[in-house]
T-cell receptor, first 114, second 111 residues
Framework: AQSVTQPDIHITVSEGASLELRCNYS??????LFWYVQSPGQGLQLLLK??????LVQGIKGFEAEFKRSQSSFNLRKPSVHWSDAAEYFC????????????FGAGTRLAVHP | DADVTQTPRNRITKTGKRIMLECSQT?????MYWYRQDPGLGLRLIYYSFDVKDINKGEISDGYSVSRQAQAKFSLSLESAIPNQTALYFC??????????FGQGTRLTVV
């Protein structure tokens, strides 16, 4: 069965520090992979997506993610975190077939210290 | 105006009451979804629809029903609300590019 694991429930970093959020997936074939961000009181916004091709994908707000097939991972990174990055981050897999259904991880809540 | 609009944004209801959450979209997408978000569980799919004649159960459909009144409207109903249906509910749409667009959510509390 398809699944997504985000091992870190909460992460705290200092402003200006680098960030890596982990995501591992279970899927029978090469998946479509997504990272979404949810700011307090808001809906989910797409940060970036991977379908095929270059395994390092760039997204909005200075985020990037790298697809590693051998590790079934799609980790999200940012070289220098800003206080406004404090939010909850969701990794998702899916999009196959005509329905484009998504399976989400449990999320990682990011806190940023000044 | 938001592309995906959910109403109401917040709702408190009593156990046993029927409640409807509404979703409308201006993106022209065929595919619409209802997800439920619970702390520590991420988002889980309740129902999804390709068009007005196509309704499908998701991972956690028990206790819920939906209606696709038009391409742009997709409503979620709780026929008899129970406290463990207290959650944040999201409507979403997607297109052939597979990207999902989410509403701002409806926070439902069942007391």
């Amino acid at each position: 069965a398809q699944s997504v694991t985000q091992p870190d429930i909460h992460i705290t970093v200092s402003e200006g520090a680098s960030l890596e959020l982990r995501c591992n997936y279970s899927y029978g074939a090469t998946p479509y992979l997504f990272w979404y961000v949810q700011s307090p009181g808001q809906g989910l916004q797409l940060l970036l997506k991977y379908f095929s091709g270059d395994t390092l994908v760039q997204g909005i707000k200075g985020f990037e993610a790298e697809f590693k097939r051998s590790q079934s991972s799609f980790n999200l990174r940012k070289p220098s975190v800003h206080w406004s990055d404090a939010a909850e981050y969701f990794c998702a897999v899916g999009g196959y077939g005509g329905y484009n259904k998504l399976i989400f991880g449990a999320g990682t809540r990011l806190a940023v210290h000044p | 105006d938001a592309d995906v609009t959910q109403t109401p944004r917040n709702r408190i209801t009593k156990t046993g009451k029927r409640i409807m959450l509404e979703c409308s979209q201006t993106k022209g997408h065929d595919r619409m979804y209802w997800y439920r978000q619970d702390p520590g569980l991420g988002l889980r799919l309740i129902y999804y629809s390709f068009d007005v004649k196509d309704i499908n159960k998701g991972e956690i459909s028990d206790g819920y029903s939906v209606s696709r009144q038009a391409q742009a409207k997709f409503s979620l109903s709780l026929e008899s609300a129970i406290p463990n249906q207290t959650a944040l509910y999201f409507c979403a749409t997607s297109d052939s590019d597979k990207q999902a667009f989410f509403g701002q959510g409806t926070r439902l509390t069942v007391v």
